[in-house]
């Protein structure tokens, strides 16, 4: 199963997808201001190109669990999203992700242009936002593997994951 992860930010949102089989993340891409016309649908594009089966949408919880003004801009953005595309999204708990992404590295395949993915000031590596995608994406891939099947219901239909490991709920 495709999985597609987004790193929801104001300014930019790093894009990664997993191998058809759901196992292996790899950043794909940066699209600029998502929340405006133009990048939700250069969004949507990718979407369409990479016909994933699920997107998660990175959910900035702070260190205590707490949601601030950032989480609910990312909630609000979710639910833009499930309403122009079929395939089902969910929120999950990104903290740490940029952090760990800025510590391994990595490339990514193309940029949100189509072309080939610009290098970061270090020479080389694919965007801190698509790398923070793909570290989002394979925690969200692990604690689903651990899980053994589709996230179960919460209480209110939405689905969790268990442990406290990340929150997914649209």
Known sequence: ???MALDHGAARTGVAVS???GTVATPLATVDRV?????????LELIAEQRPEEIVVGLPVS????EHA???RARAFARRLAAAVSAPVTTYDERFTTKLA???????????RGGRAPEDARGGRAPEDAR???VLLEDYLRARA???GPPASAPGGEPSAPGGEGQTDA
């Open 70 to 72: 950032q989480a609910a």
């Open 102 to 112: 800025a510590q391994r590295g990595g490339r990514a395949p193309e940029d949100a």
């Open 63 to 66: 260190l205590d669990g707490r």
């Open 1 to 3: 199963m495709r999985v």
């Open 146 to 148: 651990a899980r053994s």
């Open 35 to 43: 929340d405006g016309d133009a990048g939700f649908a250069r969004l």
């Open 132 to 134: 923070a995608a793909a």
């Open 19 to 21: 191998d058809p089989t």
